[in-house]
């Protein structure tokens, strides 16, 4: 039951993807959701270990597509100054995003990874769309009110994969977080 929320991978932050790891995973292409995964709201020119990480890609010819349900003016002019592709208006949950890049990219599904801090959202979307999924920790905590409701029922959702809201086995690479299934 609600397997379609659980992720793939739970790793702390999209930062420790490092680009060996993601190779022997055998992927091309990082999609990642924008807000509180690759960016976050007090930091919009992002941090020094986020342009250090699209290098370490860039030099390793993984790419790096934002999908965000965000407009396409903010997603624009959020990414200006970052080497990445992005779709915005992706509707996540739905797999609108992620398909339009696989398709426009000429990209297998099991190529490509997607990240993100949401499970209503990213994971959902990320598995509807038939790739995998990872699950980072928020950059920052947000008190978004468009967020709040996805927040509460993916507490109960946390608590029902991992006994708890809070403390979840959280990984530095790309490990199975779960290897009973
Ligand atoms: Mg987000």
């Known amino acids: 039951m609600l397997n379609f929320l659980k992720p793939t991978y739970l790793v702390e932050s999209i930062y420790d993807l490092s680009a060996s790891e993601l190779q022997d995973h055998g992927i091309t292409t990082v999609l990642t959701d924008l807000d509180n995964t690759l960016l976050a709201w007090h930091n919009p020119d992002g941090t020094p270990e986020l342009h250090e990480w699209l290098k370490q890609l860039h030099a390793a010819k993984i790419e790096v597509v934002v999908v965000s349900n965000n407009t396409w003016k903010r997603v624009g002019q959020a990414v200006a100054g970052l080497p990445v592709d992005y779709v915005a208006w992706s509707l996540k949950p739905l797999p609108r995003g992620i398909h339009q890049v696989l398709r426009k990219q ?27 999924s990872v699950l980072v920790k928020p950059l920052v905590e947000s008190d978004l009110w468009q967020t709040w409701l ?24 790309l490990v199975a977080a779960d290897h009973s299934e």
Do not use: C
Not at 164 to 173: F, G, I
């Open 106 to 132: 000429k990209l297998n599904p099991a190529e490509v990874i997607m990240v993100g801090d949401q499970m209503l959202t990213d994971v959902w979307a990320a598995h509807s769309a038939g790739v995998r």
């Open 150 to 173: 996805n927040r509460a029922i993916e507490k109960q959702v946390k608590k029902h994969f991992y006994g708890s809201a809070t403390d979840l086995p959280w990984q530095k690479e």
